[in-house]
Nanobody, 124 residues
C-alpha cells in the first residue's frame, strides 16, 4: 500500500514557475515508477511526465517537453515536478500516481495508487 500526497500547487502568472512535490508513504517507494497527470475542466486526465523507479528513464508529453522536469529522491520517498515557463493552458488539477512496474507506463489505468491532486492555476 502506498499513500501519495501532493503539494506545491497554487496561482502563478504566465511565464512563472512552480515545483510540485509528491510525498509517498511506505518502504517500497523505490520499486514504483511514478507519473504526474493533470486534468483540466472538461478534459480527460493526461499523463504529462513519468519517471522509472531508478530515475534513469523519463517521459514527457509534447505539451510540457522542454518546460517541465520530473525527478525523484528515493531516500526521501518524494517525486518532484519542476514547472517552468507556465502557460494559462497548464491550468489543471495535477495528480501524482505510482505504478509498481519496471517500465514507465503512459496509461492511467496501469497506475495503482493516486494522490488527491493539487490545483495549479496560471493567469494570463
Amino acid at each position: 500500500q502506498v499513500q501519495l500526497v501532493e503539494s506545491g500547487g497554487g496561482l502563478v502568472q504566465a511565464g512563472g514557475s512552480l515545483r510540485l512535490s509528491c510525498a509517498a508513504s511506505g518502504r517500497t517507494f523505490s520499486l514504483y515508477a511514478m507519473g504526474w497527470f493533470r486534468q483540466a475542466p472538461g478534459k480527460e486526465r493526461e499523463l504529462i511526465a513519468a519517471i522509472s523507479w531508478s530515475g534513469g528513464y523519463t517521459y514527457y508529453s509534447d505539451s510540457v517537453k522542454g518546460r517541465f522536469t520530473i525527478s525523484r529522491d528515493n531516500a526521501k520517498n518524494t517525486v518532484y515536478l519542476q514547472m517552468n515557463s507556465l502557460k494559462p493552458e497548464d491550468t489543471a488539477v495535477y495528480y501524482c500516481a505510482a505504478d509498481r512496474a519496471i517500465a514507465v507506463s503512459t496509461t492511467a489505468r496501469n497506475y495503482d495508487y493516486w494522490g488527491q491532486g493539487t490545483q495549479v492555476t496560471v493567469s494570463s
